[in-house]
């Protein structure tokens, strides 16, 4: 945590994705999977977060102690490649700091289910990141889950707009729960100790 944040500060955990069932499974939506299970480890539902374009479950974790966390799970609502305005509007809202918030999303250069945890950054051609970094600059925690590149000569859109393949979804569960506890130990426990339990 940036040391001029105080311990009270909330967090906000964004899974970036697409609204809608159609788009429920597909690899670009990764993001929501993962903030849909930290809200079911914490008893949480989501809701619609006032104005801003998103839904929201507010609660805490980590351990009763000075490592518990009031946190604020979002979904923005408005479609991917406009996700900072929802993101910017809940920061503001809760009062998060930048470096207080945390971006769940799927990576293209990383081998599927591996995860990779940093600080700030560009956007690698990630439309959701690069939307959120327009709205408030890069520095915020990225969840980076890997889903590889697309086969043969599939476009890029194509490939992240596809839902996992059957091969992949054998083990997506396990992957989605440990990007989860990454997201939980990032949060509780700080970057540098999520990094060296969680990035392969």
């Not at 809202?93 to 207080?100: D, E, G, L």
């Not at 945890?117 to 990141?129: A, F, I, P, Q």
Request: overall charge positive.
């Amino acid at each position: 945590m940036d040391v001029s944040t105080p311990a009270s500060a909330p967090w906000l955990i964004v899974g970036l994705g697409n609204p809608g069932p159609e788009y429920a499974m597909n690899r670009h939506n990764v993001g929501f999977m993962v903030v849909d299970l930290i809200a079911a480890r914490i008893g949480g539902k989501f809701k619609r977060a006032g104005k801003a374009q998103a839904q929201v479950v507010e609660g805490r974790i980590g351990p009763a102690g000075p490592a518990n966390r009031r946190v604020i799970l979002a979904k923005p609502m408005s479609y991917m490649n406009l996700s900072g305005g929802p993101v910017n509007a809940l920061k503001d809202f809760y009062k998060v700091p930048v470096t207080n918030i945390v971006a769940v999303h799927d990576e293209l250069d990383i081998d599927h289910g591996v995860l990779r945890l940093k600080l700030g950054g560009g956007d690698n051609g990630h439309n959701g990141l690069k939307s959120m970094t327009k709205a408030m600059g890069p520095d915020y925690h990225r969840v980076r889950f890997g889903i590889g590149r697309p086969p043969g000569r599939m476009q890029v859109a194509d490939f992240v707009l596809k839902d996992f393949s059957s091969a992949e979804r054998k083990e997506l569960d396990y992957f989605v729960d440990r990007a989860a506890d990454a997201v939980e130990c990032l949060v509780t426990e700080g970057l540098e100790r999520a990094q060296s339990a969680y990035n392969q």
